[in-house]
């Protein structure tokens, strides 16, 4: 149970939710399926499977998980059918169909052809640690952690909560340790990096398992590009790649933290609580070291 991408909020001190408070705020947003005319559902489903358990915690950290479900019906398919249904109505009225009955048709078959749709599944985590307020998106994309965001404001009527913003922008701070060849205490620079000109055309750079302690770098950053992403690893035990929008992406743990949660386990309920709570552990303190290196959150 470890996050690969980090969506990063603050949570106001305002926060008082035990993890019984919460799920039983979560219990009028459960996941129920989509029906058969439905395109998406969404809702709160047990994090590690037990039906009885909306939230999973552990040493006062909680988890919880939205559960997706989305049809997909290709849009070729729909124009498919509605072709062979519009060319019935042309001979039955003796005259091509307006916009109206084009639209009308693409409609009813798609309500036709729900039912018969693919289903795609999906979860995201989001970890809530009230200790040091932090609350986690494990999502790629800022859309997803909004779908998952706004259904916690669902389930609790209000969320006081707020983006993680820094002192120092991301992308001023990766420039200059590039710049410098020196990453903050505690961090070391990886392999992998972007770089982006702030012209209108942002013509970009990408270095993949390169060295970045090279002149061809530099020389880039001189010439007025800004690093948008770089990959870092944390106290030799956590490697990501920061963005420029303080997302954190790609995280990987090195083998060492993984046998530590398989020693520690029986089964595989005690494994997903180890992982658990040595993700919590060192998340919380790579988040705090990070920014403290990006000059301390902003007022």
């Known amino acids: 149970m470890w996050f690969r991408n980090l969506q990063i909020f603050r949570l106001a001190d305002t926060w008082q939710y035990t993890s019984d408070e919460l799920a039983a705020a979560m219990q009028k947003g459960i996941f129920v399926g989509c029906h058969a005319t439905d395109t998406m559902a969404r809702g709160w489903v047990a994090p590690r499977g037990n039906e009885q358990e909306l939230v999973f ?22 124009r ?7 060319i019935d109505l042309e001979a039955a009225q003796g005259y091509k169909p307006g916009r109206k009955q084009v639209k009308e048709v693409m409609e009813q078959m798609t309500l036709e052809l729900l039912p018969r749709a693919f289903v795609k599944r999906s979860l995201t ?21 909004d779908d998952a965001i706004e259904q916690l404001k669902l389930s609790l009527g209000e969320l006081p909560l707020s983006l993680l913003k820094t002192q120092l922008a991301p992308a001023t701070a990766m ?9 903050p205490s505690g961090f070391s620079i990886d392999r992998d990096c972007e770089l982006r000109a702030v012209a209108e055309e942002r013509a970009a750079v990408r270095y993949v398992r390169h060295n970045l302690d090279s002149e061809d770098v530099r ?59 040595l993700m ?20």
Request: net charge negative; charged share 20%; hydrophobic share 45%.
């Open 80 to 86: 498919q059918y509605a072709e062979e249904k519009l």
């Open 219 to 277: 020389n880039h950053i001189v010439a007025g590009k800004t690093v948008t992403r770089l990959s870092l690893t944390w106290q030799d035990r956590v490697s990501f790649v920061l963005t420029e929008q303080m997302q954190i992406k790609r995280v990987a743990v090195l083998d060492i933290l993984k046998e530590d949660a398989e020693r520690q386990a029986e089964n595989a309920d005690d494994l997903f609580a180890a992982n658990f709570s």
């Open 125 to 145: 985590y989001v970890w809530i640690d009230p200790v040091n307020r932090w609350l986690v998106v494990d999502a790629a994309s800022s859309q997803r952690a």
């Open 175 to 183: 420039t200059q340790w590039l710049a410098e060849g020196t990453a």
């Open 57 to 78: 915690s552990q040493q006062k950290q909680q988890l919880v998980a939205l559960g997706t479900e989305q049809k997909l019906l290709p849009a070729a398919v729909v």
């Open 280 to 299: 919590c552990g060192n998340l919380a303190q790579l988040l705090a070291n990070l920014t403290e290196s990006l000059g301390g959150e902003s007022e």
